[in-house]
């Protein structure tokens, strides 16, 4: 079936500092993913929609000069972290909608940032 | 602006028991709803998606039905197993581009 790939699963960081989580899709391609974002305890909000050769769009209140996203390719999207603090530490998860019939979204692991 | 509420937030029961786990949404224009299982510190796995034309959808010892006029669906896990202790989470497709709208989940733990 399809998968879909994150990495790092975790990552500690300094504040200051960039970080970036990779996002691909192992069997299938996707034109489209989208990043995710996950506070303990709480559900999943989607921050940005990554758009394969064009510019990411971002839902509202999400930081598009803080969270560079790339989409370079149709198996692969990144999420960069710039300028990291301490409240960006987070669960961050990416999704992809599959190829084939049912429109099954699949879930990458997850990664696990601590900004210290 | 659509809203997803699960209900309960938690619940612990003794293996065996069949139980029902809730999801609710307030505008029934939705694309399709799936139900997903996440374990502590880890992704999400796909358990059921139900189109919006559809009812419900089984797979194995889990059902899931949807009325979307009424905005609900439930999830209902049959013989519960130590196994099956994870939070799960209701999310809603609003229109079909795949920008998932989710629950804030049920913690479910079962005991033997």
């Known amino acids: 079936g399809a998968v879909v790939s994150q990495h790092p699963s975790r990552v500690i960081c300094k504040s200051g500092t960039s970080v970036k989580i990779e996002c691909r899709s192992l069997d299938f391609q996707a034109t489209t993913m989208f990043w995710y974002r996950q506070f303990p305890k709480q559900s999943l909000m989607l921050m940005a929609t990554?758009?394969?050769?064009?510019?990411?769009?971002?839902e509202q209140g999400v930081e598009k000069d803080k969270f560079l996203i790339n989409h370079a390719s149709l198996t692969l999207s990144t999420l960069t972290v710039t300028s990291a603090h301490p409240e960006d530490s987070s669960f961050y998860i990416c999704s992809a909608p599959g190829t084939g019939s049912g429109n099954t979204i699949y879930f990458g692991e997850g990664s696990w940032l601590t900004v210290v | 602006k659509q809203e997803v509420t699960q209900i309960p937030a938690a619940l612990s029961v003794p293996e065996g028991e069949n139980l029902v786990l809730n999801c609710s949404f307030t505008d029934s224009a939705i694309y399709n709803l799936q139900w997903f299982r996440q374990d502590p510190g880890k992704g999400l796995t796909s358990l059921l998606l139900?189109?919006?034309?559809?009812r419900e959808q089984t797979s194995g010892r889990l059902n899931a039905s949807l009325d979307k006029s009424s905005g609900r669906s439930t999830l209902y896990i049959a013989a519960s197993q130590p196994g099956d202790s994870a939070t799960y989470l209701c999310a809603v497709n609003p229109g079909g581009y795949n920008k998932l709208i989710f629950g804030a989940g049920t913690r479910l733990a079962v005991h033997p």
């Open positions: 990554s758009n394969e050769g064009s510019k990411a769009t971002y």
């Open positions: 139900i189109q919006s034309s559809q």
